[in-house]
């Protein structure tokens, strides 16, 4: 099993990334991809999960409008477009896989919650 994370990097506030999951090793397409990142001193925060079933999406508020999260079943490729950065996104973020629809789960899926984790790559947003 194995997910790669593919495109973080450095960015000025108001800028734009998108990172890559690449997925491997697993049936990517029973499985529902969340993005969970976490900063320094600060606990992991889910950030986006797309369901397996139906493609349906979860963002807390921290990030809704300003992330976008997609996936291509046929590629086993999760993207997660995110765009008018903040300082307060500088995190690792790291892709994740879990058996459960999102919506499974009130607030997302806690992070117990995944089976398969990435390495993570680093986002840094300055200001």
């Known amino acids: 099993v194995q997910l790669v994370e593919s495109g973080g990097g450095w960015v000025q506030a108001g800028g734009s990334l998108r990172l890559s999951c690449a997925a491997s090793g697993f049936t990517f397409k029973d499985y529902s991809i969340g993005w969970v990142r976490q900063a320094p001193g600060k606990e992991r925060e889910g950030v986006s999960c797309?369901?397996?079933?139906?493609?349906?999406?979860y963002y807390p508020d921290s990030v809704k409008g300003r992330f976008t999260v997609s996936r291509d079943n046929g590629e086993k490729t999760v993207f997660l477009q995110m765009n008018n950065l903040k300082p307060d996104d500088t995190a690792v973020y790291y892709c994740?896989?879990?058996?459960?629809?999102?919506?499974?789960?009130?607030?997302?899926?806690?992070?117990?919650?995944?089976?398969?984790w990435g390495q993570g790559t680093q986002v840094t947003v300055s200001s």
């Open positions: 994740a896989a879990a058996l459960p629809d999102c919506d499974y789960y009130d607030l997302g899926p806690p992070h117990y919650a995944y089976d398969h």
């Open positions: 797309i369901s397996s079933s139906d493609g349906s999406t």
